[in-house]
């Protein structure tokens, strides 16, 4: 196996039975870093620093990983139109920054009983946001509410109307 030594100075190509030895003599450990290089890559270090370093670095790394988004918008069947307006333009916003939607619209009293009006909403809620969200659930009706998710279409814009273009425009 290939043995680099802490400073990072490589003391060559050495038997396991050596390069233990060399490990030892130093007071650190023999780490193997490339198992599936030819020959197998091991390096001389104190572990416990060595795995405090690796463990730093996977912190730093989830740091900078963007985890997509989860916003969720309730709404009502007898929504106002303005309302309505509202809440589309609410997600047209989170969809436009790349988060998921999940519309959940909840159902009470004799709204239960058709159901087909919650659904109809619903459709046209997908058909408002087509140039920027795909439906990627579609309405499903559970117990009293009707739910769905949306996600952004890559290279999708905000369409005409959302509040950022008119700020801009002002």
């Given at each position: ?23 030892m003599q ?110 990627e ?34």
């Amino acid at each position: 196996m290939r043995v680099i030594d802490a400073d990072g100075k490589q003391l060559g190509v050495l038997p396991t039975s050596q390069a233990l030895a060399a490990a030892m003599q130093r007071g650190y450990d023999l780490v193997e870093v490339a198992p599936n290089a030819a020959p197998p890559v091991c390096r001389i270090v104190d572990f416990g620093k060595y795995k405090y370093e690796q463990e730093k670095r996977d912190r730093e790394a989830r740091k900078h990983h963007h985890a997509t988004k989860l916003k969720e918008i309730k709404i009502r069947l007898n929504i106002d139109p303005h309302d309505y307006e509202t809440k589309l333009n609410h997600m047209r916003d989170f969809l436009g920054d790349g988060m998921k939607v999940k519309v959940t619209m909840m159902l009470r009293g004799r709204e239960n009983a058709h159901p087909e009006y919650g659904n109809k909403l619903m459709q046209k809620i997908i058909e408002d946001l087509q140039g920027c969200s795909r439906p990627e659930v579609m309405p499903k009706l559970m117990g009293r509410s009707i739910t769905m998710m949306i996600s952004p279409v890559r290279g999708g814009k905000k369409q005409e109307g959302s509040r950022d273009e008119e700020e801009k425009e002002a």
